[in-house]
């Protein structure tokens, strides 16, 4: 039987950059000015490196006259930043229509941390993106009895008291953190560099040896306090991203709504949601009902691609080599995590075997805000990054395009 193919994404669009920002670029957002060592501008990270990459890594293979064994499928939407629905959605479609399934899918995500993982490491580690949060978003609606403004009510019973409680609450209260898979795999890579205590803690709440205690103590005490990275890693996290009020300075509204944006972990599900937005709302639950947001679909998190799974082994191996060359000769950690965010590998997943694979290849130094620059101001990839990007990829294509037949085991570790 043939291989299957393999498929790599990438997106062409990019995230606007707000006309009051444009003086605070040291080179302007759509210059693509190369200066100081690095390629400017907005896409440069997110995602302009990974098209480019992958297309430069393809002419050099063609040149050289190389033939891959298997199909190899490139497909590149043009609305990721805004869900993907009109790209990679229809391209994902089309594909299934024409009966096509893929072994595994490659799509943007982690980075290499220069830095390794502040603040437990700096040992430098590459992320590659096994599973994607869940989505969905709960409008909470006050109702209250409104009235005249002259005569505002004793018992804090107004539309405004209880959407600001409410806010309070999921503000001081956020979910409770647990420890999931791929998690759990990412706290083992990284427990072997991180000294002390913590390190022993990281490693025993892996190894699924330690009480439930400990994991909640690792998930809870370190991991949820030590940055909102590292806090979108254990928890459902629960953003107030509206709130909506008042429509006369002199009337007591008798309606209001907050919106709650939630990034669900694997494992979880609308119910949990709406579980502790009851716990949240306490005694004031009687003025409260609680709805789905009409806006973008909700989803759930993505199954775990399993990290012993082949392809996952090229693109270490790809990575590593590259990169520890780049660091002259210094070893690069490879370990999986959990995307905070979408990409738009998720539409693809009824096509493929194996799961999706998630990773850019350049590497971000988050102590000096690297991390900010995505989707932020003074967007930039170094050009040796570039170039290294250029080289993971063509590393990988060869990996890919030349594996002997796959085990066939490889299907991806249901999230439960
Ligand atoms: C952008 O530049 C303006 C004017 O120089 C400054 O006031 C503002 O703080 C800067 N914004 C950011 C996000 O750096
Ligand atoms: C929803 O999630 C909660 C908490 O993770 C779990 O206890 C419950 O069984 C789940 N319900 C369903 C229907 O999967
Ligand atoms: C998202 O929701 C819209 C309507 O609410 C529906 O037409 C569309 O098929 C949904 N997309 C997915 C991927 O479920
Ligand atoms: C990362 O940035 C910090 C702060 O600017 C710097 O001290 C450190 O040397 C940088 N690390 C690497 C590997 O470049
Ligand atoms: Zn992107």
Known sequence: MPLLPVLFLSHLDVVPVANETLSNWTYGPFSGAVKEGYVWGRGALDDKVGVSALLEACTLLLREGWRPQRTLYFAFGQDEEVGGEMGAALIAELLARRGVMVDIVYDEGGSVGADGFPPYTTRPIALIGTAEKGYATINARVSAAGGHSSLPPLDGSSAAAVAARLVTSIDRRPPQASLVEPVTSLLAALAPSVPGLRGWLF????????????????????????????????????????????????????????????????????????????????????HLTFEMDGGQNASLATPVTSATNPYFQMLKTALQEVYQLADGGGRVDVAPTLMAGGTDSKHYLPISRGGALRQTPVSLNRTAGDGRRVHGLNERVSVGDFGRAVCVMRRLLMLVGTLPAPAPASAPAAAS
Do not use: K, Q
């Open 203 to 286: 490693a025993l709440a892996a190894s699924g040896l330690g009480s439930p205690w400990v994991e909640r103590l690792v998930a809870e005490a370190f991991l949820a306090h030590d940055a909102p990275e590292t806090a979108a890693l254990v928890r459902n996290t629960a953003a107030i991203t509206g709130l909506n009020l008042g429509f006369a300075e002199n009337v007591l509204p008798p309606a209001a709504t907050v919106r709650i944006n939630f990034r669900m972990l694997p494992g979880s599900n609308i119910s949990a949601l709406m579980d502790y937005l009851h716990r949240a709302a306490g005694r004031d639950l009687l």
